[in-house]
T-cell receptor
Framework: GDSVTQMEGPVTLSEEAFLTINCTYT??????LFWYVQYPGEGLQLLLK?????DKGSNKGFEATYRKETTSFHLEKGSVQVSDSAVYFC????????????FGQGTTLQVKP | EPEVTQTPSHQVTQMGQEVILRCVPI?????FYWYRQILGQKVEFLVS????????KSEIFDDQFSVERPDGSNFTLKIRSTKLEDSAMYFC????????????FGPGTRLTVT
């Protein structure tokens, strides 16, 4: 079945470090891919998305490129801030169904000053 | 900015009791969802709801679960007879008209079954 796998956390970085959170997927067909972020005590918020191969989603300094050949959608940021500390979820969804999302297990990022 | 709200934020109940988790989706949205996350595990899809009926449900969503949109604004998830393994964070989500897949999530209700 369709699934998403994320790198294990927690990830601990110093401020201004480079961030990569790996995400790979297995899907039949051509899904859209998403990154959601959850700050402490809040709901999941859409961070960025890509709807087809080679698309790059970007927002708030984060970016991810839809790589069909490697079935990946890795999240990157060049210089993290303490305020980026959160849980990050990779997810996929299809346009031909009800729009349910299939999530990875989430990766906790902690950024230290 | 419009947001999805959920109540209560935390619910503690005894095994075998019924619970109702409440959600107020964004007002002009047409698609509604419940997801859950057992501690340390993935966020899992439970059910989607459109046009006043269930459009899809997962195998987790058995006869003990039901959903309702009783008054055009609230969207509820009922668990008829809770089990220990129902302890999880339950997230409600809603999506705008048409399948754009920008689902907006509520902050979640933490359900603890003792």
């Amino acid at each position: 079945g369709d699934s998403v796998t994320q790198m294990e956390g927690p990830v601990t970085l110093s401020e201004e470090a480079f961030l990569t959170i790996n995400c790979t997927y297995t899907a039949t067909g051509y899904p859209s891919l998403f990154w959601y972020v959850q700050y402490p005590g809040e709901g999941l918020q859409l961070l960025l998305k890509a709807t087809k191969a080679d698309d790059k989603g970007s927002n708030k300094g984060f970016e991810a490129t839809y790589r069909k050949e490697t079935t990946s959608f890795h999240l990157e940021k060049g210089s993290v801030q303490v305020s980026d500390s959160a849980v990050y979820f990779c997810a996929l969804g299809f346009s031909s169904n009800t729009g349910k999302l299939i999530f990875g297990q989430g990766t906790t990022l902690q950024v230290k000053p | 900015e419009p947001e999805v709200t959920q109540t209560p934020s935390h619910q503690v109940t005894q095994m075998g009791q019924e619970v109702i988790l409440r959600c107020v989706p964004i007002s002009n949205h047409l698609y509604f969802y419940w997801y859950r996350q057992i501690l340390g595990q993935k966020v899992e899809f439970l059910v989607s709801f459109y046009n006043n009926e269930i459009s899809e449900k997962s195998e987790i969503f058995d006869d003990q679960f039901s959903v309702e949109r009783p008054d055009g604004s609230n969207f509820t998830l009922k668990i008829r007879s809770t089990k220990l393994e129902d302890s999880a964070m339950y997230f409600c989500a809603s999506c705008c008209g048409g399948p754009t897949y920008e689902q907006y999530f509520g902050p979640g209700t933490r359900l603890t079954v003792t």
